[in-house]
């Protein structure tokens, strides 16, 4: 079973709009990362949360870690054609190195 | 600096075949991870190296390997190729200590036909 599970799976929004994108965990995160990727290409780091509580933000795009730290939402704020992509949510699973498990991926339609 | 870099862009094999991919990660970032991107699956984590050692693996079978060199520079081999091993592999480098983002290369889009 997918060890973090995320949601939407896609959506579609107008330009001007805000949307949220959930990452769950059943599990303590120890780091929590976000990753945006254009269709078949590499991963675009976005940013990335390790304390219970913590929200960062970078010009239209805010992330938060929950206190628990076992879910994360990334928010985009009026959203525009450059925010289309996948959006993938990442999490270190072990103390021991650097081994990531993602989420499925959320598809973003900025519809003009 | 330089990004992750990684050859080739584009492969094309047929069942049966090896191949071995390449991954140049950021100067001076000593750990290289590998992960394997495919529709249905989605991003999974193969293995990842740390001065010269693997220090963790996926649960992938042993067909899939990987090595680095002393200079940080990695590559992945996949031997007796299947169809299933059509996929998107990306590579991903840090400095190596937990807790630090990976910044990933472009990819090796491998077609297995």
């Known amino acids: 079973s997918q060890e973090l599970e995320q949601s939407p799976q896609s959506l579609i929004v107008q330009e001007g709009k805000n949307l949220t994108i959930n990452c769950t965990s059943s599990?303590?995160?120890?780091?929590l990362y976000w990753y945006k990727q254009k269709y078949g290409e590499g991963l675009i780091f976005l940013m990335m949360?390790?304390?219970?509580?913590e929200e960062k933000s970078h010009e239209k795009i805010t992330a938060k870690l929950d206190e628990k730290k076992q879910q994360s939402s990334l928010h985009i704020t009026a959203s525009q054609p450059s925010h289309a992509g996948i959006y993938l949510c990442?999490?270190?699973?072990?103390?021991?190195?650097?081994?990531?498990?993602f989420g499925g991926g959320t598809r973003v339609l900025v519809k003009p | 600096k330089a990004g992750v870099t990684q050859t080739p862009r584009y492969l094309i094999k047929t069942r049966g075949q090896q191949v071995t991919l390449s991954c140049s990660p950021i100067?001076?970032?000593?750990?290289v991870s590998w992960y394997q991107q495919t529709p249905g699956q989605g991003l999974q984590f193969l293995f990842e190296y740390f001065s010269e050692t693997q220090r963790n693996k996926g649960n992938f079978p042993g067909r899939f390997s990987g090595r680095q060199f002393s200079n940080s520079r990695s590559e992945m081999n996949v031997s007796t190729l299947e169809l299933g091993d059509s996929a998107l592999y990306l590579c991903?480098?840090?400095?190596?200590?937990?807790?630090?983002?990976?910044?990933f290369g472009s990819g090796t889009q491998l077609s297995v036909l």
């Open positions: 599990k303590t995160l120890y780091g």
């Open positions: 100067s001076g970032h000593r750990s």
């Open positions: 991903a480098s840090s400095p190596g200590r937990l807790g630090e983002k990976l910044f």
């Open positions: 990442g999490a270190d699973i072990t103390t021991a190195g650097n081994k990531l498990t």
């Open positions: 949360l390790q304390k219970g509580g």
